[in-house]
């Protein structure tokens, strides 16, 4: 009766692995004082735009004549239409209102879209990667069907479109883990594959915020015939600190078809109807303060914590790299990913750095086979924190 | 590529269907006013004390002191133990806090529970049913393998325990959309089902702060063994009017076990993982929202509007059966399940209650081949509507 894929997933979770040693070094080690550059959480608040947008909302919902009961499954039409506004058209890209999805964040759809795939699809994915794109597929029965597109310095950190076909390919770009981006030129070759091999790409955006070169495409849709091939998922976590209210959007293009049991069908429809019927829209109060980060305060506000976390970021590439240090990404991301000195396996580093400085990395093999040898630090802390863990390193007798 | 069971599921959603003809009804006769008793969504505003809650929470989301990222994926324990402390331990139901499962909405978990099981699982639903059973059951592969236990006169409107195995049993109460309740007799009768047969019972408690009869179970874990065969799902959405804002819990018990591939396993450490891998935990201000409820300012809220609601019950019950309806339902669930008069088919009365009186109900035929002949009415409407139905209901030449 029970879905034995799940028999197939690796015990622990990778930051429930981390979580325990840190909880187990604390608890060895009371005096010292632990900086987590490790799980990619934001620490900063929300924009007041969307605090301010928050308690309005609350109060329509506490009134007879402004309560809101259930919303459109696919979100209103105030944030869908606020998106498509400001994070697509300035792009080129011209999108209906009901080729977006609001969700309760872009874990869930990640997740979720595994619905509409069969279970003998095949996957690709590049290595390292984002445990919940594997685990998923794992628990939908494509565990042996996925394909690690490595990202390593023998190919200069870029994955290469694979020679043979591949139904579903997984991008994250800025990339999480390694907090690198991919150029136009680059994109387009990932398009013009899955056009040719009728592939879906599912483009994971979440970072793009934290984009500040100009070449660097936000959208995959900015890919001409990317409409055709991809499903994007955006978030505002990291753009908003939406992390603890939980929301971001799928675009579904509906230029996007497959054919199935002989008909051509268009995922824009079939993800509709996954929606309908296994979820029952985001809350109001999250979409209102969404629909604020678009205001002119919010933009302002976003861009300020941005510039937070992005100068945390230059400030510990600047130092590491006059430590040394080989440090990739966090010019377009807020994630580095560093490599281990002196061939030093990941999780050894991420043990001495814990040990020996009380410093929490995230050790980069959590992310696949091709993330040995590296650790990924992120940009989220505190200002105080980033240079007092720096300060650490720079005193540091390796 | 495409997951064809997609392709089974019937074309049009029945509220979409309802919707287009209230649409077109309201488009050729814009001087009528329409009153709907058709959907089940709240006209309520949301407690005061839930409001309350929420402006604070939104306050420390705007405060780097007090601002919360990411929460656990099951749901902060402030409110896992609150639902403990007042919705179980009362009832004789003692629960660890890892048996709790915050979600957003009880739709949500219903449809997504069906990632633990096979895609050639049986499955047992009563008819009329909830159409989300069924379709999420058509996408996972399932619909084929789904067996009607039928609600009708012909049983005195409570279904029987089969006399053949079934994987999974969906039951519903108070019941939606007949609002009949089950007994205590006759519940322990599938929970002996389900642990005879291994089965696992899905039990839909949504509306269960509707019960007023003292002898009614508010909770299968009421029964004995039901920790054993029995996941939960309950919401908020109808007890405090959450549709908007989201909130609901499953229960997963540590007793309930199944085997796979020659081993036992716990379906709350699969639905742990499933949850920690395709879900980010439901908005912190939601969750402190859900937890005022359980203040004795939010629980005699949330008590007054209840009755507002079966008050709207009682009259539309008590006038419907002067006038020589059959209507069941509607004394522990908001719902009223109405025969249809002269042997007219659902759709047909749904028809002359919008055309003749301007009425919104939904047809029973609907819910399912058992649901023919009966149309739902829902309390949830304003008093003055309930009123001026029946006002209408009265003066009606049928």
Same mark, same amino acid.
């Given at each position: 009766m029970i879905?034995?894929?799940?028999?197939?997933?690796?015990?622990?979770?990778?930051?429930?692995?981390?979580?325990?040693?840190?909880?187990?070094?604390?608890?060895?080690?009371?005096?010292?004082?632990?900086?987590?550059?490790?799980?990619?959480?934001?620490?900063?608040?929300?924009?007041?735009?969307c605090i301010e947008a928050m308690h309005r909302a609350v109060d329509e919902m506490?009134?007879? %004549?402004?309560?809101?009961?259930?919303?459109?499954?696919?979100?209103?039409?105030?944030? +869908?239409? $606020?998106? *498509?506004? /400001?994070?697509?058209?300035?792009?080129?890209?011209a999108l209906d209102m009901d080729e977006v999805f609001i969700s309760d964040g872009a874990k869930s759809d990640c997740g979720n879209i595994g619905d509409l795939f069969r279970a003998d699809c095949t996957v690709g994915m590049t290595d390292p990667v984002y445990p919940v794109y594997v685990d998923s597929n794992v628990m939908g029965g494509r565990g042996a069907n996925i394909t690690y597109l490595p990202v390593t310095a023998a190919n200069g950190f870029v994955p290469q479109v694979p020679e043979h076909h591949i139904d579903i390919i997984y991008l994250c770009y800025p990339n999480n883990p390694t907090g690198m981006?991919?150029?136009?030129?680059?994109?387009?070759?990932?398009?013009?594959?899955?056009?040719? %091999?009728?592939?879906?790409?599912?483009?994971?955006?979440?970072?793009?915020?934290?984009? +500040?070169? $100009?070449? *660097?495409? /936000?959208?995959?849709?900015?890919?001409?015939?990317?409409?055709?091939?991809?499903?994007e998922l955006r978030s505002f976590s990291k753009t908003a600190g939406f992390?603890?209210?939980?929301?971001?959007?799928?675009i579904v293009p509906k230029a996007l078809k497959a054919s199935v049991g002989g008909?051509?069908?268009?995922?824009?429809?079939?993800?509709?109807?996954?929606?309908c019927t296994k979820f029952n829209g985001t809350s109001y109060v999250t979409q209102r303060a969404a629909e604020a980060i678009y205001t002119p305060e919010g933009q302002e506000q976003v861009r300020r914590t941005i510039d937070y976390y992005m100068g945390n970021a230059d400030r510990m590439r600047s130092r590491l790299a006059a430590l040394g240090?080989?440090?990739?990404?966090?010019?377009?991301?807020?994630?580095?990913?560093l490599r281990c000195p002196e061939d030093m396996g990941s999780w050894a580093f991420f043990d001495r750095l814990l040990n020996e400085l009380s410093l929490v990395t995230t050790p980069g093999v959590g992310f696949g086979p091709s993330g040995e040898g590296f650790v990924?630090?992120?940009?989220?802390?505190?200002?105080?924190?980033?240079?007092?863990?720096?300060?650490?390193?720079?005193?540091?007798n390796l």
């Open positions: 879905n034995e894929n799940f028999l197939q997933l690796s015990d622990s979770y990778l930051f429930s692995a981390i979580a325990k040693k840190v909880r187990d070094y604390k608890a060895a080690h009371p005096e010292r004082r632990v900086i987590s550059l490790g799980i990619g959480d934001v620490t900063q608040p929300l924009p007041q735009a506490g009134c007879a %004549e402004t309560f809101r009961g259930y919303g459109p499954e696919q979100g209103y039409d105030f944030l +869908r239409e $606020a998106i *498509i506004r /400001h994070d697509f058209a300035p792009r080129g890209v981006v991919i150029g136009r030129e680059e994109l387009q070759k990932w398009v013009d594959y899955a056009r040719r %091999e009728h592939s879906v790409i599912l483009y994971d955006a979440a970072y793009e915020a934290y984009i +500040r070169h $100009a070449d *660097i495409p /936000h959208t995959i849709y900015e890919i001409p015939g990317a409409k055709e091939c991809a499903i992390t603890g209210i939980r929301c971001g959007c799928t008909r051509e069908v268009g995922l824009n429809q079939l993800w509709n109807r996954r929606q240090y080989e440090a990739r990404g966090g010019e377009d991301a807020p994630y580095i990913w990924r630090l992120t940009a989220f802390g505190r200002r105080e924190d980033c240079d007092e863990a720096m300060k650490r390193m720079e005193q540091w």
